[in-house]
């Protein structure tokens, strides 16, 4: 019987295995792998390194932002470059947000790595670290539960993302950010744009951009490729002394 028993627990620690000694203080990572091979040493091994990055290349999980924010400009894809907008931070500072995109990620959930994007990213560069609203989650459908130790976020009970709470109380995102092979980088100005495109109206600029169409001129190619296609309206429509407060 002693002998059922042990062999019950040698099981269950190859199929949850709880790594320590790479994390920082407070933290844990859990691989779960049937096989219990070098796989799950190699993604426990992964996990780990981003617990242990310096602040500007991880993500901190923030109740009180109201959008997604990050001081990398690389990381970004489908930049815009926008002006008028500030953020004001806990110590009320303000900074300037200079720009808008996309973030490719991979995410860390129940011992896989998963594609993922973050939309709608703020590009604060004078920000210190890059924030995960908790909010602009919620707002998606997204829910949010915080545990002792972690976060979990779901979708009509999936887990979509996790994150681990270090000894400072700040709950680290476990996912790695996806540097693209090509960026499209749309940084010229409607203005520009309504400039040569033959002052077509900005109208017909958001139709053609809603239609994934190419717009090519002799010094301009810009693709267009966005899953949130109404970003270009709110862009265009905005004041130019809007506040994004709360960051």
């Given at each position: 019987?002693?002998?059922?028993?042990?062999?019950?627990?040698?099981?269950?620690?190859?199929?949850?295995?709880?790594?320590?000694?790479?994390?920082?203080?407070?933290?844990?990572?859990?691989?779960?792998?049937?096989?219990g091979g070098a796989q799950a040493e190699s993604i426990g091994q992964e996990a780990a390194a981003i617990l242990r990055a310096d602040m500007v290349n991880f993500?901190?999980?923030?109740?009180?932002?109201?959008?997604?924010?990050?001081?990398?400009?690389?990381?970004?894809?489908?930049?815009?470059?926008?002006?008028?907008?500030?953020?004001?931070?806990?110590?009320?500072?303000?900074?300037?947000?200079?720009?808008?995109?996309?973030?490719?990620?991979?995410?860390?959930?129940?011992?896989?790595?998963?594609?993922?994007?973050?939309?709608?990213?703020?590009?604060?560069?004078?920000?210190?670290?890059?924030?995960?609203?908790?909010?602009?989650?919620?707002?998606?459908?997204?829910?949010?539960?915080?545990?002792?130790?972690?976060?979990?976020?779901?979708?009509?009970?999936?887990?979509?993302?996790?994150?681990?709470?270090?000894?400072?109380?700040?709950?680290?995102?476990?996912?790695?950010?996806?540097?693209?092979?090509?960026?499209?980088?749309?940084?010229?100005?409607?203005?520009?744009?309504?400039?040569?495109?033959?002052?077509?109206?900005?109208?017909?600029?958001?139709?053609?951009?809603?239609?994934?169409?190419?717009?090519?001129?002799?010094?301009?190619?810009?693709?267009?490729?966005?899953?949130?296609?109404?970003?270009?309206?709110?862009?265009?429509?905005?004041?130019?002394?809007?506040?994004?407060?709360?960051?």
């Amino acid at each position: 019987m002693q002998e059922t028993a042990e062999r019950r627990r040698s099981s269950r620690t190859r199929d949850l295995e709880i790594k320590k000694d790479t994390a920082p203080e407070g933290a844990f990572i859990a691989t779960c792998n049937g096989s219990g091979g070098a796989q799950a040493e190699s993604i426990g091994q992964e996990a780990a390194a981003i617990l242990r990055a310096d602040m500007v290349n991880f993500w901190v999980t923030d109740s009180g932002a109201s959008k997604h924010i990050t001081n990398r400009r690389k990381w970004l894809v489908d930049f815009w470059s926008i002006s008028g907008i500030s953020v004001s931070l806990g110590n009320n500072d303000e900074c300037q947000v200079t720009g808008t995109g996309t973030v490719l990620i991979k995410r860390f959930v129940d011992g896989e790595w998963c594609e993922g994007r973050i939309e709608n990213v703020l590009y604060v560069p004078r920000i210190k670290k890059n924030l995960f609203s908790v909010g602009a989650c919620t707002s998606k459908g997204f829910d949010v539960h915080f545990k002792s130790d972690m976060v979990v976020i779901s979708q009509d009970g999936v887990s979509m993302a996790q994150e681990l709470k270090q000894n400072n109380e700040i709950y680290r995102m476990l996912l790695r950010v996806k540097l693209p092979d090509e960026v499209n980088i749309s940084t010229i100005s409607l203005k520009i744009w309504h400039e040569r495109l033959g002052h077509a109206n900005l109208k017909t600029i958001k139709a053609m951009v809603k239609k994934g169409i190419s717009m090519q001129s002799s010094s301009l190619t810009l693709t267009i490729s966005f899953v949130n296609h109404a970003k270009l309206a709110s862009h265009a429509d905005m004041p130019s002394n809007k506040q994004e407060k709360n960051a």
